[in-house]
């Protein structure tokens, strides 16, 4: 079983929609989680990171963790056509300097 | 972006040559990491390091060796390149400190092609 698992995807809505990513984690003590935005062809790029139970707001950008259930997601408000790109999950390994990616579900926002 | 550039972008090179991959960093950032990433494999970690000589494998280390000899370059070296390492190969960097600075900063990649 892989340690970060993600939707598989492809996610695909209308402009404007509410697109929800969702990711689950095995290690019991990961303490800091993260969400990448890849646009095709291109390096990964850091968007959000959690740390606390709860959410977490920046912009169209909502981050939700759960330790007690290991989950973390990623909610975009009023999506737009250039948030069409992969979401890759990443999750810091505990006491190791190393984070473990999911494999990352692809967005896809219709005009 | 500024603060991590990878080298060579592009490279195609035969089987069972060797070949090293550049990743240079501005930020002076302890932790350096190198992930290959393939179609339905997400990023994969290869090695990384957490200061100057000091490195540690990754889930996909087989076939690949790592050098850090300054805090600014991480030097990525297939030993004998097979097809299976054609891939894209990235770079990070992150500073590492408590809970709170553990993202990682990318570099724009390198794609590797074995023939």
């Known amino acids: 079983q892989k340690e970060v698992e993600q939707n598989s995807g492809p996610l695909s809505v209308p402009e404007g929609a509410i697109a929800s990513l969702n990711c689950t984690y095995s290690?019991?003590?990961?303490?800091?989680f993260f969400w990448y935005r890849q646009y095709s062809g291109k390096s990964p790029e850091l968007i959000m990171f959690?740390?606390?139970?709860g959410d977490k707001e920046d912009g169209r950008f909502t981050a939700q963790l759960n330790k007690a259930s290991q989950y973390v997601s990623l909610l975009i408000r009023d999506s737009q056509p250039s948030d069409s790109a992969t979401y890759l999950c990443?999750?810091?390994?505990?006491?190791?300097?190393?984070?473990?990616f999911g494999d990352g579900t692809t967005l896809t926002v219709k005009p | 972006d500024a603060g991590i550039t990878q080298s060579p972008r592009h490279k195609v090179t035969e089987t069972g040559t060797p070949v090293t991959l550049r990743c240079h960093q501005t930020?002076?950032?302890?932790?350096m990491y190198w992930y290959r990433q393939d179609p339905g494999h997400g990023l994969r970690l290869i090695h990384y390091?957490?200061?100057?000589?000091?490195?540690d494998k990754g889930e996909v280390s087989d076939g690949y060796s790592v050098s850090r000899s300054k805090t600014e370059d991480f030097l990525l070296t297939l030993e004998s390149a097979t097809s299976s390492q054609t891939s894209v190969y990235f770079c990070?960097?992150?500073?590492?400190?408590?809970?709170?600075?553990?993202?990682?900063?990318f570099g724009s990649g390198t794609r590797l092609t074995v023939v």
């Open positions: 990443a999750v810091k390994e505990t006491n190791a300097g190393k984070s473990t």
């Open positions: 930020e002076n950032h302890r932790y």
């Open positions: 290690d019991r003590g990961s303490q800091s």
């Open positions: 959690i740390y606390s139970n």
């Open positions: 390091s957490y200061g100057v000589k000091d490195t």
């Open positions: 990070a960097i992150t500073p590492g400190q408590g809970t709170r600075l553990w993202g990682y900063t």
